[in-house]
């Protein structure tokens, strides 16, 4: 079975800087979708990123990047240039490509604080 | 924008009682969950529903069941309530038009059984 880990509880990170966010999974699917979800505070959770696992390219979406490491089963999150309103949980979750199978498993979760 | 509502953002209950949460969703989506969110814990998935009376369990099933009679509505019942069902529920629906769509989630409602 899949398994998704955020080894990291808590980070904290000073406005304009850059923080990493770290996950890692256990598969032993060859192609799969991984994803980076926000969970401000009280808000709804919104997609931040998607990778497909096929694709040695990394994912970008304005300030976020991922970098992903099939090998070593890796896929960080970086925000360059923090914003205040980046502040939230966030959530990596690992998807199956199998058809049939809808099911994602998500890990526990990053709670990412801003320091103005 | 994809909107998925959720009934009742806060909920206090009594422990024994028959709670339903309701979640209902615009996008004419296929695929509904829903999860349990737990500090320490992340999301798990309690039951999810692929399309309209199709259901299956997820990782976490006891003490809920579901209802989906309709497209955009998918409910999450407690049968007896129980303490230790006090939890943030997230109701997240998908089109499933390949394997990267990604989950929409609702506001959540925060459950408080007494």
């Known amino acids: 079975a899949q398994t998704v880990t955020q080894s990291q509880p808590e980070m904290s990170v000073q406005e304009a800087e850059t923080v990493t966010l770290s996950c890692t999974y256990d598969?032993?699917?060859?192609?799969?979708?991984l994803f980076w979800y926000k969970q401000p505070p009280s808000r709804q959770m919104i997609l931040v990123i998607r990778?497909?696992?096929?694709?040695?390219q990394n994912a970008t979406e304005n300030r976020f990047s991922v970098n992903f490491q099939k090998a070593a089963k890796s896929f960080s999150l970086k925000i360059s240039d923090s914003q205040l309103g980046d502040a939230a949980m966030y959530f990596c979750a690992y998807r199956t490509t199998t058809s049939g199978t809808y099911k994602y498993i998500f890990g526990t979760g990053t709670r990412l604080k801003v320091l103005a | 924008d994809v909107k998925v509502t959720q009934s009742s953002r806060y909920l206090v209950k009594r422990t024994g009682e028959k709670v339903f949460l309701e979640c209902v969703q615009d996008?004419?989506?296929?695929?509904m969950f829903w999860y349990r969110q737990d500090p320490g814990l992340g999301l798990r998935l309690i039951y999810f529903s692929y399309d309209v009376k199709m259901k299956e369990k997820g990782d976490i099933p006891e003490g809920y069941s579901v209802s989906r009679e309709k497209k955009e509505r998918f409910s999450l019942i407690l049968e007896s309530a129980s303490t230790n069902q006090t939890s943030m529920y997230l109701c997240?629906?998908?089109?499933?038009?390949?394997?990267?769509?990604?989950?929409?989630f609702g506001d959540g409602t925060r459950l408080s059984i007494l």
């Open positions: 996008m004419d989506h296929e695929n």
């Open positions: 997240a629906s998908r089109k499933p038009l390949g394997s990267n769509q990604p989950q929409h």
């Open positions: 990778q497909e696992a096929y694709k040695q």
């Open positions: 598969t032993s699917e060859s192609d799969y979708y």
